[in-house]
């Protein structure tokens, strides 16, 4: 019967005979939108293209044209940008902290923060912790210049979604917990050094050696007494011959063995007794 | 929130560093005032005066030690062998564990003279003159005479399957017994052989001669944890499929055991009364001196 389905499942499909040949080099992938309706000359407020401060240029451009400021560049809110900036740029200069300072003390930090390897999609500028879910990015800034004199340009933060887990036997599912982490931008670039091969290797046979072993303890019955091979057998003992002494007469066995010992121990300490007394 | 320093530790230990084109290097060249210069406990405590660790001067030395590190595996590590080899005496099944000193030099003595052990027979120690007769019961003589017990680890199979190889092997000659499970095709068949491989090899290590070995018992029982699952049947019934394991267990005798049962049968027929096929005894019925009919 499977083979009839198989037979059936290619009956419809007809491959083409003849694709079309294009060179690779040809094709546009991204290819310009259409121009549509006549080609207008740039606005003067298009030609800024590369400045901190686009308002304040957009609006001497065209005070030198002498055309009308649009009401959108003609703002002081950039006055508040620069003002930072200066700020900030003052205290590269004399090592000052690059923010306002909070006014709570901490002495002895209790978070928890891990520097993370990078994603694909993060520069050498940027750093990845995982910070407690309590923790704001102006706590991460203050943190990492205080402890450790890191500069925080900017940091962005991502509060990851939080999984469902269901267990074998529970009758609903529950989600587990969230982790909060912030990427950081940073004056210079850092790179994580690569994992040496050895290291990787041998952490990986550790892991299988501890499975291995957790395994064993799992164990049921007469498996139990399977010592695992593990860490180069570490575990293994040697196997001795045992005779056949059943169980009920192994107990009546030690007890007799037990009370022979006493006696004999006893007959052995009377005759050095006697012997110590010259009876 | 945020975290400071306190003020002291600042003022002292922070100084910003210029590179040659003004500007402030944050990161890298910023070094941590805390592990270097002060200590964060201020007064009560002082930092240790040669923090940095020094540099051997004398390379040669250091290499050396690096070169030959102690490779410590488990199989030339003599202490853990040791220690292993304590802990498997300890688990042993050994008759010197269960049995007095006197009474298994005794049994030693009499199978010196005998072969075998022969029960009821007075034997004399060399060492004290004393004389003895020896006379043991049947489970003591079982335990003394020299035994391998074989176990099994956990094998998926059943009772029911096991029963019908032990049966088929029970009473063999070990060597025997394996050449006739090998070629049987059966899964526990595979299973008994192993077993009685590693009981041949168990005893050469007591020193038994391995190719007078026989079988006397073997049998298997349940393993425990059997796991159960449905069987859906129709009609909206259902019954119940079990996943057995069970454990396989044999003891292996010597030609002694053989020979004293030879023996203890020989003197149980000598003991016999001879067979009388005709009933000597008084008829228990009253004997009439005529006929009934």
Same mark, same amino acid.
């Given at each position: 019967?499977?083979?009839?389905? /198989? ?51 957009? #609006? ?29 740029? *003052? ?11 909070? *006014? ?29 879910? /309590? ?26 979604? #939080?999984?469902?887990?269901? /267990? ?25 050094? *690569?994992?040496? @091969? ?6 990986? #046979? ?12 799992? @164990? ?28 009920? #007469? ?7 063995? *037990?009370?022979? /010992?006493?006696?004999? $121990? $006893?007959? $052995? ?11 | ?30 070094? &941590?005032?805390?592990? +270097? ?51 498997? =005496? ?16 005794? &049994? ?57 190889? +032990? ?30 491989? =590693? ?55 010597? =030609?002694?055991?053989? +020979? ?18 005709? +009933?000597? =005894?008084?008829?228990? &019925? ?8």
């Amino acid at each position: 019967m499977s083979s009839f389905w /198989n037979a059936i499942r290619f009956a419809h499909f007809k491959p083409l005979k003849n694709y079309p040949k294009i060179n690779v080099n040809d094709v546009t992938l991204d290819r310009p939108a259409l121009q549509k309706g006549p080609i207008r000359r740039k606005l003067i407020s298009q030609e800024v293209t590369d400045s901190l401060f686009p308002a304040t240029e957009i #609006t001497r451009l065209y005070k030198e044209a002498g055309k009308p400021i649009p009401r959108k560049f003609n703002t002081k809110s950039e006055l508040i940008s620069r003002r930072n900036f200066e700020f900030q740029q *003052e205290a590269f200069r004399t090592g000052d902290a690059h923010f306002r300072l909070g *006014e709570k003390n901490v002495y002895f930090p209790k978070a928890r923060i891990v520097l993370l390897r990078p994603n694909a999609k993060h520069t050498p500028y940027q750093a990845k912790f995982l910070v407690p879910r /309590n923790f704001n990015r102006l706590d991460l800034r203050d943190y990492l210049f205080h402890v450790y004199g890191l500069r925080a340009l900017n940091v962005t933060v991502q509060l990851l979604h #939080t999984k469902w887990t269901r /267990n074998r036997h529970d009758y609903a599912r529950f989600r587990g917990p969230q982790f909060k982490k912030m990427t950081i931008d940073m004056e210079e670039p850092f790179i994580w050094p *690569e994992v040496p @091969k050895e290291l990787a290797e041998e952490a990986q #046979t550790v892991r299988d050696n501890q499975i291995k072993v957790i395994e064993h303890n799992f @164990k049921k019955g007469s498996d139990k007494k399977n010592k695992p091979k593990a860490f180069d057998g570490l575990y293994v003992r040697p196997k001795l011959a045992d005779n056949f002494v059943p169980r009920s #007469t192994r107990d009546k066995g030690a007890k007799e063995l *037990e009370n022979f /010992n006493r006696k004999s $121990e $006893e007959v $052995e300490n009377k005759k050095v007794l006697s012997q110590f007394l010259n009876l | 929130m945020m975290w400071k320093l306190p003020s002291r530790v600042i003022s002292n230990s922070i100084k910003p560093t210029f590179l040659s084109n003004g500007v402030w290097k944050s990161f890298h060249s910023y070094s &941590f005032p805390l592990l +270097n210069d002060t200590s964060i406990f201020g007064d009560l405590t002082k930092a240790p005066q040669n923090s940095t660790p020094q540099v051997q001067e004398n390379s040669s030395v250091s290499q050396e030690n690096e070169t030959s590190p102690a490779s410590t595996l488990p199989k030339d590590d003599e202490e853990l062998k040791k220690y292993h080899l304590e802990a498997a =005496e300890r688990d042993q099944i050994a008759i010197e564990k269960f049995v007095t000193p006197l009474k298994r030099k005794l &049994f030693d003595l009499n199978v010196a003279t005998n072969g075998f052990y022969k029960n009821n027979q007075v034997v004399k120690d060399p060492e004290t003159n004393k004389v003895y007769k020896l006379s043991l019961s049947n489970r003591e003589i079982e335990i003394l005479e020299p035994s391998i017990y074989l176990q099994s680890l956990r094998i998926k199979s059943s009772v029911k399957k096991a029963t019908v190889v +032990n049966r088929f092997v029970r009473g063999y000659n070990v060597k025997t017994a394996i050449t006739q499970l090998h070629f049987n095709q059966k899964k526990m068949a595979t299973e008994l052989e192993k077993l009685l491989k =590693e009981g041949l090899e168990l005893a050469r290590s007591k020193g038994y001669d391995d190719n007078k070995l026989y079988i006397q018992e073997v049998w298997s029982g349940s393993d425990g944890d059997t796991m159960r699952r449905p069987d859906v049947k129709g009609r909206g019934r259902v019954g119940v499929l079990h996943h057995r394991h069970i454990h396989v267990k044999a003891i292996l005798k010597t =030609e002694q055991t053989l +020979n004293r049962l030879k023996w203890e049968k020989e003197q149980k027929e000598l003991n016999s009364k001879p067979k009388m096929i005709l +009933n000597n =005894e008084p008829l228990n &019925f009253r004997v009439k001196s005529f006929y009934k009919w």
